[in-house]
């Protein structure tokens, strides 16, 4: 959250430019990422950055309550390492 808002050593936006895309897991170890996705959407230079929920819950309520804060896609994680890699790199081609 630092990061994006350009707070302390990242306030230089030439050396740390907004991502244009967010990947969030909903299990992350201070906040969840729907806290994360529920501050992120009222901050104005990030109010429409795609944000990705890829996770290992395919529980319909985590789904929902992902879209309802804002989240613009949904992923459930698949089993392997490549596997999310692989993910990753189709979703990086796909944008």
Not at 18 to 24: A, D, E, H, Q, T
Not at 72 to 86: D, F, G, I, M, W
């Amino acid at each position: 959250m630092d990061y994006i808002s350009g707070k302390g050593k990242y306030a230089d936006r030439s050396l740390h430019p907004l991502p244009c895309i967010m990947l969030l897991d909903i299990r992350l170890p201070l906040l969840t990422g729907f806290e994360v996705v529920k501050w992120l959407r009222p901050y104005e230079p990030c109010s429409a950055l795609p944000v990705v929920f890829l996770t290992s819950s395919n529980a319909e309520m985590d789904i929902h309550q992902a879209y309802d804060l804002g989240g613009n896609a949904y992923l459930v994680k698949p089993p392997t390492t490549e596997s999310v890699t692989q993910m990753v790199k189709d979703l990086r081609d796909s944008g």
